[in-house]
């Protein structure tokens, strides 16, 4: 992968905005992977996982029931796209505060990467 510098620099600069962040505000992420990558980039607090048996409904209300907000940072392959589209309609009202964190994600992988487990590699 060739990153340039300066976008090395954004995703080590979002990446300690999510370990700060992730202390009172929990993380959903696809699978075990992506929370593995997270931890070991020293994120402590909760990451909630997309594929738990629950269909995308009953894990968004469940996560409403348990959280005022949450930072969704599921991948942005075609699958991730699809998930995170409809977890918006379903979680809306619950996660606008921090979506520029995948956004500027997705931005700055530039078509190099398009997963949070893939960071580990990458960094």
């Not at 990446?15 to 931890?39: C, H, M, S, Y």
């Not at 020293?42 to 990451?47: P, Q, R």
């Not at 942005?76 to 520029?100: I, M, P, T, V």
Request: charged content about 35%; hydrophobic content about 40%; overall charge negative.
């Amino acid at each position: 992968m060739t990153l340039k510098d300066e976008d090395l620099e954004i995703i080590f600069r979002l990446i300690a905005d999510l370990r700060e962040l992730n202390r009172t505000v929990p993380v959903l992420v696809e699978g075990k992977r992506d929370r593995e990558a997270l931890r070991r980039f020293g994120l402590e607090g909760t990451i909630e996982l997309v594929h738990q048996g629950k269909n995308l409904y009953e894990l968004a209300e469940e996560l409403i029931s348990k959280y005022d907000r949450i930072i969704m940072l599921l991948d942005w392959d075609k699958r991730g796209e699809a998930l995170y589209a409809r977890l918006c309609e379903y979680l809306k009202g619950h996660y606008e505060e921090f979506s520029f964190i995948r956004q500027t994600l997705k931005q700055v992988s530039r078509d190099e990467f398009f997963e949070v487990e893939e960071l580990v590699s990458l960094l």
